[in-house]
């Protein structure tokens, strides 16, 4: 089966960047759309952004749109998340989930419940 696993974070001050990977294996990356979501402490699981198998469609959260920038290299199996001017709010667990590209909402940003298959996540901390 497709199996997700995200590295990358860790702790950074107000201000610092980070960019997230999303490793695939079980499958081809080129069958999939990839988003990325995140859990704050006491928050329910926030769409941050998605993008297609292709890469012609990408879509952002409002809140995220100018900070996070998403891409993929499907030749290393591989998505990114940049994150950029971080804010102590942008803390919580982050993960990656893949869905079949036939099944991918190109106009939207990304619904947790559209998706099938999930990393485990890895934690960003902001903070001074």
């Known amino acids: 089966q497709l199996q997700l696993v995200e590295s990358g974070g860790g ?7 980070l960019r997230l990977s999303c490793v ?4 081809t990356l080129d069958d999939y759309a990839i988003g990325w979501f995140r859990r704050a402490p ?8 998605c993008i297609s198998s292709t890469g012609d469609s990408i879509n952002y959260s409002d809140s995220m749109k100018g900070r ?12 990114y998340l940049q994150m950029n001017s ?3 709010e942008d803390t919580a667990v982050y993960y ?12 939207n940003p990304p619904v947790w419940l559209e998706y099938d ?11 001074s």
């Not at 990656?96 to 106009?107: H, I, K, L, M």
């Open 117 to 127: 298959y999930w990393g485990q996540g890895t934690q960003v901390t902001v903070s």
């Open 11 to 17: 702790l950074v001050q107000p201000g610092g960047s």
């Open 68 to 79: 996070f920038t998403i891409s993929r290299d499907n030749a290393k199996n591989t998505v």
């Open 86 to 88: 971080l804010k102590p």
């Open 24 to 27: 695939v294996s079980g499958a």
């Open 96 to 107: 990656c989930a893949a869905v079949p590209d036939e099944y991918y909402d190109r106009r």
């Open 42 to 49: 006491g928050k329910e699981r926030e769409g941050i952004s």
